[in-house]
């Protein structure tokens, strides 16, 4: 649609002295209310990943937010404090992934492969043929502005 091709994108970057930051935003929102932006701010470095979500606005508002996993995945989970901690292992690597968010309120959900209501869990690695993986959905009802912060530890 025309308003689609009127949204700003925008990618900033720098080298910082333990990692690698850089951020996307875009205006794709502005469509539904001049006022939302929606950034994603990425930090890299020796043994973490970390993104944090970000969206201005206003009004309370049914935020989903999606993380798919290889196949060869072993998950586990916990709920710690105010917070989501999964536990991920492929053969002797082993890495921690961990979702801050700033309400109590989060339903989370592991998906492999489900078609109704709506498809969720698949990947498409070649033209015609899909293939089942386990897709984490965090869904909450949340008060704009809104972030939300998700860091994956590498090794522990």
């Not at 592991?110 to 690695?125: A, D, N, Q, V």
């Not at 070649?126 to 998700?150: L, R, S």
């Amino acid at each position: 649609p025309p308003e689609y091709m009127k949204a700003k994108p925008s990618i900033n970057w720098e080298q910082k002295e333990n990692g690698f930051y850089f951020m996307i935003s875009h205006t794709g929102f502005h469509r539904i209310n001049k006022q939302f932006s929606v950034s994603r701010e990425f930090y890299i470095s020796e043994n973490s990943f970390e993104i944090q979500d970000s969206v201005n606005g206003f009004g309370k508002h049914n935020v989903r937010t999606f993380f798919h996993f290889a196949g060869d995945i072993e998950i586990s989970d916990s709920d710690i404090d105010n917070s989501i901690k999964i536990n991920l292992k492929n053969g002797a690597g082993k890495a921690t992934f961990k979702v801050s968010l700033a309400k109590k309120d989060v339903v989370k959900e592991l998906i492999s492969g489900r078609t109704e209501p709506e498809p969720i869990g698949w990947c498409f690695p070649k033209y015609g043929h899909a293939a089942p993986i386990k897709t984490m959905v965090i869904e909450t009802e949340a008060d704009f502005p809104y972030k939300a912060k998700y860091t994956m530890f590498i090794g522990t």
